[in-house]
């Protein structure tokens, strides 16, 4: 599976993104797909998963009641969308995917390749 994110880029707090992963296998509906993201100095950090169905989603406190992770099994792709976005949320975020439910990175078999993400105060 390749993974390819886009979407990133600069925005005021308060503001909004939507991150989007295109995969390039057509088996990408049986796998769980997560967001992650990584600070400078930071280790990479868990976002938000899907289940392949779309029945279960999973977000870290964080972001909880801000970010809102989707899939679409006929295009391949998966969205992060990003409300209230805060300076603090401002990292390179990846996509990647997994055959397991779990927050782990390591426990990802397939990363994209980033994009940077910055909030300004």
């Known amino acids: 599976v390749q993974l390819q994110a886009s979407g990133g880029g600069l925005v005021q707090s308060g503001g909004s993104l939507r991150l989007s992963c295109a995969a390039s296998?057509?088996?990408?509906?049986?796998?769980?797909m997560g967001w992650f993201h990584q600070a400078p100095g930071k280790e990479r950090e868990f976002v938000a998963l899907i289940r392949w169905s779309g029945s279960i989603t999973y977000y870290a406190d964080s972001v909880k009641g801000r970010f809102t992770i989707s899939r679409d099994n006929a295009k391949n792709t998966v969205y992060l969308q990003m409300n209230s976005l805060k300076p603090e949320d401002t990292a390179v975020y990846y996509c990647a995917a997994t055959v397991e439910v779990t927050t782990i990175p390591d426990a990802y078999d397939y990363w994209g390749q980033g994009t940077q993400v910055t909030v300004s105060s």
């Open positions: 296998q057509r088996s990408f509906s049986r796998y769980i």
